[in-house]
Each structure stands twice: as C-alpha cells, then as structure tokens.
C-alpha cells in the first residue's frame, strides 16, 4: 500500500470513528437533575431534617438509577453541598441540551399537618398555596452576588411579576405536565408513605429560565413530623428516587422510543421533532375545525383518557378532545375573538384550571398566539 492509500485509510477510518460518535451522542436521552439550595442556602429546615441535604441525597439516588439505563446520560447542577444560582441550574440544563430539567426539593408549611407531594409545571397561578410554594423557592436569588441586576424587574416576593416572561411556556407545557402526571402517579403507588398531591402549576424562576420540558418536585413536608422523618430516612430516600426515576425511563420510552438505534434525538414539544410517527385522534367537533384563525382554551393535557361530561370538568361545557402523541388534550369552546377567548380562559380558571392556556389554530393547524394575534 503507498503513502497515499495508507493515509486515505486513516483518513476514512478517522471518518467512521466521528460518525459513529456523532451517531451515538444523538440517541442519548439528556436528563439535567437540580437539588434545591446548597451550601449557605439550606432551604427547610425542621427538627434537624435539612431540605437541601434531602434533596441532594435524592437526586443522586435518582441519578444512579438513570446511568444504569442504556442511552441516558444524567446531568448534575450540583452534586456536593455547594451554592448554585437559580438562572445557572437552568443553564447548566440548556448547555447540555437536555431533553427534560428535573428539580427537586422538599416542601414546609408552618402548619405543620400540612403534608403531601407536589409535581410543578411552569406557568401562572392564581392558587395562593401554589404562588406561596414558588415565592419560597424564588426568595433563593435574595443570597446570589447582583441578584436586583441580574433580576431586573422581577420581584421574589411577587411571584405574579414574572406575568411578562411567560408566553413561551406553552411551548413545552403538554410534555411537562405527562412528565409531572408519571412522577405524581408514581408517588400514589407508595400508598401510606407519602401522599400524593398533584400537579400543579406555579411560576419558578428556576423553571422559567430552563428551555426544554421542565418539572420542580416537592417530595413532601420536612415540616411534618411523620413526612419529614420519611423523607430524611434511607429507604424513604430510596422509595423516591426510585418512583421519580421509574418516571423519567417512563417518559423516555413514550417520547424517545426504547432506547434501540432506531431512536432519534428530539425534542418532543415540537411537532417537526417526534420520533415516531403521529397519531392523531379528534373528537367530532376538533374533525370538523372551520377555516379561518381560532383560538381555544387548553383545559389538560393527560395520560388519561376522560369522558367528555360537563361534571367530569368542573361543569364546563363544549370541551373537545385531540389524541396526540400519546397524550389526551382537552379544550374549552372556540372562538375567532381574541379577547373573547381571554374571558373564556378566566373562566376556566375560575372553576379551578390553573394550568390552563390559550391555543390558536389557523385552518386547523396549530399556530402560534403572537401570530394569531398579528
């Protein structure tokens, strides 16, 4: 073999070696794990039960169970006992361009009966518990270097002072809420240990700034004697993590396929990114969508499938449903007024819809608000 041969070998093995490294990188399912607080920060402490050091023991657990699974690669925002800001998490999330951001963190009321998890999706609320819930996490900037620069405009203890920043949200909102459902479902399986509270939704800065599908995870009550002890235990500890990982690999498999070389990257919020191919089922009135722009209120995005009854929606009448991906989505009226729309998304929020939103679709197809509004 000559020089030139020899070197064009070396040259196409190089290739091949790159190829396949490239190929290997995009059928990794990316998941960044955020324990709350740190260092000088401890965030809930009750009767010696730490919240940081609980969550940070959490996540780790959580963590070990992913790196066990094939084609998941686990992402840290800390993993000893130091102080991270809250806008550096979600960017340590966004650098990696992970598929999912999980925080997670231990919850505390000054009632201490108060008990229960609580699975948080980004977005608004009018829920006083729920903006109580974000206020504490968010009062977290008051100990970072410059935070009234770096925060310009937001105020910790007015979590409703993040209303301008929250238009993006929809983006990932459905898959961040089937990600939520898997973790809460999860936690019920624990019966008497812990019990479960829900989703919910809550305006975390932390959640804010993460660019992908994101959850924040109250595991339960230090402030409760009986939770708090759970939570500050080993096999509690273990119980968690494991329903919380059992989730994440549940999730994975729904979105991103089983893990085989036939998966693909994505990023499931977006139509042009699913790996799998779409299947779509409406209810009559969502098949017969009339031409023209139009706007709907998104109710729920579930698992679950749900009969379309007023009483199995707080009385509220002409919802429709669209199976897609996998996920039931429930809508509430329809209207070509926008600002009528609006008053339709008050309503569903007073019967109790926090988590609601407005959707827009142009000819059926869905399109984004700010267009419609053009």
């Known amino acids: 073999m000559n020089r030139f041969n020899t070197i064009k070998v070396i040259f196409t093995f190089f290739l091949t070696i790159l190829s396949f490294s490239a190929y290997s990188q995009s059928n990794v399912f990316k998941v960044t794990l955020d324990a709350g607080h740190g260092d000088h920060d401890f965030g809930a402490v009750y009767s010696g039960r730490i919240e940081k050091n609980i969550a940070l023991a959490i996540v780790l657990k959580v963590g070990k169970i992913l790196e066990a699974s094939p084609n998941v690669n686990v992402i840290y925002t800390r993993k000893t006992d130091v102080f991270i800001d809250l806008v550096e998490r979600a960017n340590i999330a966004n650098r990696a361009n992970s598929n999912i951001f999980v925080s997670i963190h231990c919850n505390a009321n000054k009632n201490t009966a108060a008990d229960g998890t609580e699975t948080y999706v980004m977005g608004l609320s009018k829920v006083a518990s729920n903006l109580e819930a974000a206020k504490k996490e968010n009062s977290v900037i008051t100990l970072e270097k ?96 494991k329903a919380i990982a059992e989730a994440i690999l549940s999730y994975k498999r729904e979105y991103f396929g089983s893990g085989n070389t036939e998966m693909t990257e994505a990023r499931p919020a977006k139509d042009t990114s699913t790996p799998t191919k779409t299947k779509v089922v409406e209810t009559a009135a969502a098949k017969n969508a009339p031409k023209g722009i139009f706007f709907k209120v998104q109710l729920i995005a579930s698992i679950k499938k749900t009969p379309l009854e007023p009483k199995n929606f707080k009385g509220l009448k002409n919802v429709t449903m669209l199976y897609e991906n996998n996920i039931y989505k429930y809508f509430y009226q329809e209207t070509s007024n926008y600002e009528t729309a609006k008053k339709y998304l008050e309503e569903a929020k007073d019967k109790g819809y926090g988590a609601a939103f407005l959707i827009a679709n142009k000819d059926g197809e869905k399109i984004s608000i700010q267009d419609a509004i053009k």
């Open 146 to 241: 410059d935070y009234k620069r770096k925060y310009e405009g937001y105020d910790p203890n007015s979590p409703e002072s993040m209303i301008g920043m929250t238009l993006m949200q929809e983006e990932y909102l459905d898959n961040s809420i089937s990600l939520a459902s898997k973790i809460e479902d999860n936690f019920e399986k624990l019966g008497k240990k812990l019990r479960q509270g829900g989703v919910k939704q809550a305006p975390f800065m932390v959640l804010h700034k993460a660019y992908m599908p994101r959850v924040l995870v109250e595991t339960g009550f230090v402030s409760n004697t009986v939770e708090g002890n759970v939570l500050n235990s080993e096999e509690g500890q273990d119980d968690i993590a």
